[in-house]
């Protein structure tokens, strides 16, 4: 077929160089060009498609894929089948200007019109294409939909050994779509395809079926060469599978991560199938890995991870970065209290609010649930934003320090260093000093004092938003001893600058037994309890300032219409996670299991979702009465 074309192509060249020199209607005067063509021409004008051409006794008859039929006469134009003769040999005769077709007179004359108004020297056809040759010269063709050129595109196993099963593709329009696999060591692979054209190629190669390789972790595309002679590119594409959000994390070596302490080198992928967070469907690096949390590595098997990429990038949409963390949520079976924590700081417009979002986790090729992915606290323009290198201070309430330096006030709050993590000695003299003129000041007869009481130490506004959310979730760490961050700029004030850690809020902690309201959604909590029990901490002696308590009652009312969003906050999101909750209480079978911490079985993840917003809903209800007494 490729030696037909090729003469063809060079007779056609031959006549168009005569054509210059051979005026209109030279050896005579050419027919009317017939009525049929005008149809042709007119489909083939306006896009239709090649479809079909079925041959009777009086006409051929032409069909496209819009629906057009149109019957060419045998008696009116020679036509020939492809599916038995060559296409044919034409030959312009310079002296007499008459068309030779297969070295025989056609009694046919060159002329010099457009392709619409040129009579038809003849149709040459077959199952692929139809071509019309014309006395001008030229020939028109329209070959099939470009949509039926692929009738296969795969990836085998046997082509492919990093994957682990045959990879079946789509096609939608000019789009192969396929999804990649769930266990990965690298997306370069080798597709098994069949073609209906005159070649495939990619970057100006001839692909060969099942031996040409491609990294497929992004688009390929596939420039094809139709029979018409038209060229159309094809985008290959492996989108994620499913339709989840979901993290594949590989380990060199298939390595355990031991601890909290040791980075274990390895690749993440971070897919994003619909484009929920981002633009880009896919993200790709090398990383490190450990362990991270306290509790929650040290008691639970679903275990939380710290991961540093080799460089900073943006990963579903967040600012880009190099640490980045993913939360189990082993005992808070809504899998969702952090979220709704981050909520309700959202509302509340802390300096930096953490975004997480739900993701499920490969880890070497096994499911590992549903956690959340999301950004890692840290100093940074975009999260907790000092200058330690001007004196400033990242600081973490923690009454189980693990980092070196560390101290407790003289109101019995402990306090870490998180960075600088080796503060100076002059750092240390500053901010140590900086607490025991702050504490002094509540136990001053000038305690009220807007310019020499403890007003002068702390941002009010973070100070009663931090007590509004931990209040209302009853978070057990909300009290200063533990999971609490603060940021304290050189000659500034304290501020509360971001929340952290809800697993323990929210109805699911069962540590309050001696306390007014016990368990349930009744009781103050964060006001009167410190670490050392009734009657210590910072938020006791506050709310012995009238003043205070009324800046807190008037931020509340004006936080409550938001707040009593929550439950409708908590729905929609239980309805996103749903499919993917189910999954990770089958990996994970523990909602008729009590886990650390549960003052209730509820049995189902709706059923712990009920608890919790009922939870909360007389949480809100109870408060509201209290703090506008």
């Known amino acids: ?33 017939p009525h049929f063509f005008s149809e042709l021409m007119e489909a083939m004008g306006r896009g239709c498609w090649y479809e079909s051409a079925e041959n009777t006794d009086e006409y051929l008859i032409v ?14 134009v020679k036509i020939i089948d492809g599916n038995i003769f060559d296409e044919p040999k034409l030959f312009y005769e310079e002296d007499s200007g008459e068309w030779l077709r297969n070295l025989i007179y056609s009694g046919l004359y060159f002329e010099t019109v457009p392709d619409r108004d ?33 009738k296969s595109f795969k990836f ?4 492919n050994p990093n994957i682990t099963e045959v990879i079946e593709c789509t096609q939608e329009d000019l789009e192969i779509r396929g999804q990649r696999p769930r266990i990965y060591r690298d997306l370069l692979l080798r597709p098994r395809f069949e073609a209906d054209a005159l070649s495939v190629r990619v970057g100006g190669v001839e692909q060969e ?94 275990k939380p991870y710290h991961i540093k990429l080799d460089e900073k990038a943006k990963v579903l949409g967040l ?143 973070s100070f009663i938003d931090n007590y509004i959310i931990q209040e209302l979730t009853k978070n057990y760490d909300g009290n200063l001893h533990k999971s609490t961050f603060f940021s304290l700029k050189k000659g500034g ?20 037994g001696g306390l007014p309201g016990g368990n349930g959604p009744e009781g103050f909590y964060v006001r009167d309890y410190g670490f050392q029990g009734y009657g210590w901490g910072w938020y006791y002696r506050l709310f012995q300032d009238p003043a205070f308590k009324k800046k807190v009652k008037d931020r509340w009312n004006e936080l409550k219409p938001e707040f009593e969003k929550i439950p409708d906050f908590i729905d929609e999101w239980a309805d996103y996670i749903r499919p993917a909750a189910e999954k990770n209480f089958q990996r994970w079978p523990i909602l008729s299991y009590n886990v650390w911490s549960q003052p209730v079985i509820n049995g189902s993840f709706q059923a712990e979702i009920n608890y919790m917003k009922n939870f909360y809903d007389k949480r809100l209800k109870w408060l509201d009465k209290e703090i506008n007494k």
């Open 493 to 512: 004030k304290l501020e509360f600058c971001h929340l952290w850690d809800f697993d323990l809020s929210l109805g699911n902690c069962s540590f309050f």
């Open 63 to 76: 069909r496209f894929d819009d629906g057009t039929v149109i019957d060419i006469p045998h008696d009116e």
């Open 156 to 159: 085998l196993r046997s082509d």
């Open 1 to 33: 077929m490729m030696h037909r074309i090729s003469i063809f192509l060079l007779t056609v060249l031959l006549v168009i160089s005569c054509a210059e020199r051979v005026e209109p209607g030279a050896g005579g005067n050419p027919p009317q060009v």
């Open 209 to 302: 079926s099942g031996l040409s390789q491609h990294d497929f972790s992004v688009p390929v595309v596939y420039d094809v060469t139709l029979y018409d002679g038209s060229e159309v590119s094809f985008t290959v594409i492996l989108r994620p599978h499913g339709d989840f959000p979901a993290v594949y994390i590989n380990t060199d070596g298939n390595r355990t991560i031991a601890d909290k302490y040791n980075y274990i080198p390895g690749t993440i992928r971070v897919d994003d199938p619909f484009n929920e967070h981002s633009s880009e469907w896919s993200f790709e690096s090398r990383m490190q890995i450990k362990g991270r949390g306290n509790s929650t590595w040290d008691f639970f098997p679903k």
């Open 319 to 461: 600012k880009s970065d190099r640490d980045w963390i993913v939360m189990a949520n082993y005992n808070d079976k809504s899998l969702m209290r952090n979220a709704v924590a981050f909520e309700m700081s959202r509302i509340c417009g802390f300096s930096w609010t953490p975004h997480f979002y739900p993701v499920e986790l490969y880890l070497n090729g096994a499911y590992n649930g549903l956690y959340e992915f999301g950004e890692h606290k840290e100093v940074n323009k975009n999260k907790v934003d000092i200058n330690p290198d001007a004196g400033d201070v990242y600081l973490e309430l923690e009454c189980y320090p693990d980092e070196p330096y560390n101290f407790w006030t003289s109101m019995s709050v402990p306090l870490t260093y998180k960075d600088p993590d080796t503060p100076s000695d002059a750092v240390r003299r500053d901010v140590e000093g900086f607490f025991r003129e702050f504490e002094t000041a509540p136990q001053s007869d000038y305690f009220a004092d807007p310019e020499r009481g403890y007003a002068k130490y702390i941002d009010l506004k």
């Open 118 to 150: 040129s009579y038809p020297l003849c149709l040459w056809y077959d199952s692929k294409l139809i071509k019309a040759y014309l006395c001008n010269g030229s020939v028109v063709s329209r070959g099939r939909n470009p949509g039926e050129v692929f």
